[in-house]
């Protein structure tokens, strides 16, 4: 296995296959948030992508669902992840702080300590390969990488991670 290989790459969290993971009990969701569940600094989850992990969830196909989001600092961006977390109706969430953030194994632990959950039975959706892919393969977890729903934060582009990223999921044999 590749280490920012992931496991699916989907469109976004529309298409991932709930049904499919959960006839491999797969049923814990650790989700990205920015990017993933709602664009970058929005307050509000793209509601297609809410009712897509709802019905999952009634399909019972979801048993656990846990936000984890690299806020880096601010009470303010913490709170945001909290209540993002509360429009997916879960209680769960991780508000990884500089020291804490994704690829590290901290957010993933954590988010699997809330849900009582294992890396075999959890899988981790986020748009980035250094981050949420790289993290989630580096614990065993089932990594399903999606397209970024809009525009990146400065710093991503100032790093140039998503040209790294797009040359790296070339070489996998992946398009974004």
Known sequence: MHRYKPDL????????PFANLAAKNIVNICVDL?????????????ARLAKALEQAQRDNYIKNICVVSNIIWGSGRAERVRR?????????????RFWERKPSAIPFLEAMRMMH??????????????????????????????RPLGPDHWTTLLTGRRLREAALLARLGLKK
């Open 117 to 146: 959950s294992t890396p075999q039975t959890t899988a981790i959706i986020g748009d980035q390969v250094f981050t949420d892919i790289l993290g989630g393969n580096r614990l065993g977890m089932y990594t399903i990488l999606v």
């Open 84 to 96: 993002i977390a509360e429009q997916l109706r879960t209680q769960h969430y991780f508000a990884a």
């Open 9 to 16: 790459y989907c469109a976004d969290i529309t298409d991932v």
């Open 34 to 46: 920015d990017n993933t569940l709602a664009r970058r600094d929005s307050a509000v989850v793209e």
